[in-house]
């Protein structure tokens, strides 16, 4: 029997929440329900859980602002968004505000508890690669350190989002290779979705700002024209 694992369910209709606590309490899942993202965010603060699914038009505080208040937490929580908000502009901005997978109302339980299986594999698989990988690697003046999740420019700390910070950690582990933008969705942010691959150049573009002397003329992070994007192939120093 599986270690039994917390999802919290912040969902304001009663039946879909009630649905969707009993569907993964049959799973073997210890499941918290609240009702509104004010209750939410405050039972957060209260206990670690393994994952959070997310309803967006919430009562008060709405989901959005709770996707942005969990981002700024100090521990990574995995967010599911299910909701009645369906256009592609929804999905995307939900995911740009860092949830895992975004999943449209009306959906199928099969679905939501494969999508929660699969979250929280990428999760346990990243753990175990992280405890792997206790060296730094460094590519030039960049030191990027997987078990404490910091990088360094020069010796300067970078500030990095969740996301930034694992989209370099995939580039500078495979320096010289290319890499399109549906390629680096499926390793970085676990999808293989149409229509999202503006959220690669969206964080590409930040992610320089942040590591390029001249983000007009980028040195680490290369444009291979036509194909997609590689890390340039610098000195690995001891």
Request: aromatic share 8%.
């Amino acid at each position: 029997m599986q270690d039994e694992r917390h999802i919290m369910v912040i969902e304001d209709d009663p039946h879909i929440s009630e649905m969707l606590a009993l569907n993964l309490r049959n799973e073997g899942y210890a499941v918290a329900v609240e009702r509104d993202g004010e209750s939410g965010l405050a039972r957060l603060s209260q206990r670690p859980y393994e994952l959070l699914v997310l309803d967006l038009m919430l009562p008060g505080v709405d989901g959005w602002h709770v996707c942005r208040e969990v981002r700024r937490m100090p521990r990574y929580l995995p967010i599911i968004i299910v909701s009645a908000k369906g256009t592609e502009t929804d999905r995307v901005l939900g995911l740009e505000l860092g949830a895992d997978d975004y999943l449209s109302k009306p959906f199928s339980l099969p679905e939501l508890i494969a999508r929660v299986r699969a979250v929280l594999r990428r999760m346990a698989a990243a753990a175990e690669l992280a405890a792997a990988l206790t060296g730094v690697i460094r590519r030039g003046p960049l030191v990027v350190d997987p078990v404490a999740r910091e990088a360094r420019l020069a010796g300067e700390l970078l500030t990095l989002t969740v996301r930034e910070f694992e989209l370099l950690l995939f580039f500078v582990r495979h320096p010289g290779r290319v890499f399109n933008r549906m390629q680096l969705l499926e390793q970085v942010w676990g999808y293989t979705h149409d229509g999202y691959e503006h959220t690669v150049n969206s964080h590409i573009n930040r992610l320089r700002n942040k590591i390029e002397p001249n983000p007009a003329r980028p040195t680490f992070i290369l444009t291979a024209w036509g194909v997609g994007y590689r890390f340039a192939d610098l000195e690995a120093t001891p």
